[in-house]
């Protein structure tokens, strides 16, 4: 078994817990939900250089962000003198500046990286072995693969494949499949999917895919279509207001599910946000047969928002989320109003299970200057609270995230939260949102230093292992509260852009048990993942949480043997 070993020592560790917090009595703070602190943002970097459109973390905690190459300059010059040469672009046949850059996450230092073609509106996804598979984008990066894997030295940069692709994707989705192969579905005016890396089956010919046709309106309204790998090896689909559950590999639909109630539109430009919710495991749910899959779809447009955000007519986004349990027996979506309505939002997965709202506008869609009323408060799902009762509003920051902004989860629970460019090119003055170029960070509210007592720091985890194997993770607490309210989760990080999460996925593990050992420690043991339909092989974030308290995540390997 191979284990993770930490710095500190039991002692040391719990001695510096309690000096930074002592331990509250058992009638204080039972969890995070019995105390509302709104979380809290920071301002990590007034400038970065360039406004971060797409974002990806890393097996070494280090986060890619980039922008597109043809606007023009950036606000980060490339290293010793270098300049890209591209023919092709549009703005800048000589450009000197980065589009690209690498942000340490523990020493918030970044450097630029060099991007060759054009990223704009592209997709992406983590392999296996931990490298970033970024796909297609705009004119001459339209059929290009990129390639950066993580490394701990400042030599590590892009490597890019012109022609790779079958077909041009810009506004596609990609999504890991249980064999460790990419799909990249659709794009602007692709009504089909093609995979990554090719086969002899798949080196010449894409793949038709009819619910892309069906549902392409006059303004499109099906880019960036949600992908969700479900846990019988199916793709679960949605674009525009229509899903269904989809073989891929034989190219026919399984199932088709209900139209969300409401007719309004939930993918770009009249973007919503969509999440695949934790899949569970307990006591006789080791077969993933028996796990229970649910989406989450909330916030878009109305379909003739588009038209009239053109005429400076910014109707209200979409207020609604629903929610669906594709395995059912007869499947219907649960629909809820949000307290604010939102299109643009970003979804991602907390280590709690939750699911926090943020970035977006209140009215309009995406597009140029086609939004108005900033959306700066965050929202909170609770997912296994009542209907009704699952949203609370969170502080809000001064710093409007709108069209082209992003936010993902980093390893010690924040959400790095960049990017908004609503204009053409880098616009920064006689604007009504200027292009965003800060990085900041927003605190949930768990890591309240209220929680720090009853907050897990793991000392040593199974690093790599296989599935249906037994794992053993070690973590100290200084007010530990009961084997019930210890659980595991592994967390996929995803590529986000244009308010979709891509590959987010999170597995709660069966624990098995809880030891407690000398010096406020304790061993839990829990079982991998039953397969790759329900964890594809790669790089995981694992957390303990304790009484709704999450540590900092670990990064784990899943993989197929040894």
């Known amino acids: 078994m191979v284990k993770k070993k930490l710095s500190l020592s039991p002692l040391s560790l719990l001695i510096l817990t309690f000096l930074v917090s002592p331990a509250p009595s058992k009638t204080q703070i039972v969890s995070p939900s019995s105390i509302f602190t709104g979380g809290e943002w920071r301002i990590l970097h007034s400038s970065i250089g360039i406004s971060a459109m797409h974002m990806q973390l890393l097996s070494n905690n280090k986060v890619v962000m980039f922008d597109r190459t043809d606007f023009g300059p950036s606000n980060l010059s490339l290293p010793n003198g270098q300049c890209r040469m591209d023919s092709h672009d549009s703005a800048l046949k000589v450009d000197c500046t980065a589009h690209s850059i690498l942000y340490d996450v523990a020493t918030n230092i970044f450097r630029p990286l060099t991007v060759e073609t054009d990223t704009w509106c592209s997709s992406g996804a983590m392999l296996a072995n931990g490298s970033l598979l970024q796909t297609g984008g705009y004119n001459d990066g339209d059929h290009t693969i990129r390639l950066l894997d993580p490394c701990e030295t400042d030599q590590c940069d892009w490597i890019e494949y012109q022609d790779y692709l079958l077909e041009r994707r810009w506004y596609a989705t990609n999504q890991m499949l249980p064999d460790g192969r990419i799909i990249v579905v659709g794009g602007r005016r692709q009504f089909n999917y093609e995979f990554y890396p090719r086969n002899a089956e798949s080196s010449s010919s894409t793949y038709w895919l009819e619910l892309l046709r069906e549902t392409k309106d006059v303004h499109e309204n099906n880019l960036y279509p949600f992908l969700h790998l479900l846990p019988d090896g199916n793709l679960f689909i949605f674009a525009n207001t229509k899903s269904i559950s989809f073989d891929y590999t034989n190219n026919r639909v399984v199932r088709e599910f209900p139209p969300i109630p409401g007719g309004e539109p939930r993918n770009y430009p009249s973007s919503g946000s969509s999440v695949l919710l934790p ?161 900041e960070s927003f605190s949930p509210p768990y890591l309240a230093p209220e929680y720090n007592a009853m907050r897990p720091r793991i000392l040593s985890a199974t690093e790599v292992f296989t599935y249906k194997q037994f794992l053993y993770i070690r973590f100290a607490v200084a007010d530990y509260r009961t084997a019930s309210k210890v659980s595991i989760a592994i967390l996929a990080p995803p590529f986000t852009t244009h308010g979709f999460a891509m590959n987010q996925r999170m597995v709660m593990l069966r624990v098995t048990s809880v030891t407690q050992f000398p010096w406020f420690v304790h061993e839990v043991s829990a079982v991998g993942p039953p397969s790759a339909e329900i964890a594809p092989k790669g790089y995981y974030l694992l957390f303990v949480i304790h009484a709704g308290v999450p540590s900092s995540g670990v990064w784990v390997k899943v993989q197929t043997q040894f």
């Open 279 to 439: 899949l569970q495991f307990g006591p006789g749910l080791d077969d993933h047969g028996t796990v229970q899959a649910e989406i989450l779809v909330c916030g878009g447009a109305p379909q003739e928002s588009f038209s009239n955000a053109k005429n400076s007519t910014f109707l209200p986004a979409v207020s609604t989320c629903g929610r669906l349990k594709v395995t059912g027996s007869d499947p219907k979506w649960e629909m809820e109003e949000m307290p604010l309505s939102r299109v643009m939002g970003d979804m991602l997965i907390l280590p709690t299970g939750d699911v926090m709202i943020i970035n977006g506008a209140a009215s309009g869609t995406a597009g140029w200057d086609m939004a108005r009323e900033p959306v700066t408060a965050p929202v909170l799902y609770q997912k296994d609270e009542p209907i009704n009762r699952r949203f609370t509003v969170m502080h809000a920051t001064t710093t409007p995230r709108m069209y082209h902004s992003t936010a993902l989860l980093i390893p010690d629970g924040r959400i790095l939260v960049g990017g908004s460019n609503p204009n053409p090119y880098y616009n920064f003055t006689n604007v009504l949102y200027q292009t965003e170029l800060s990085l």
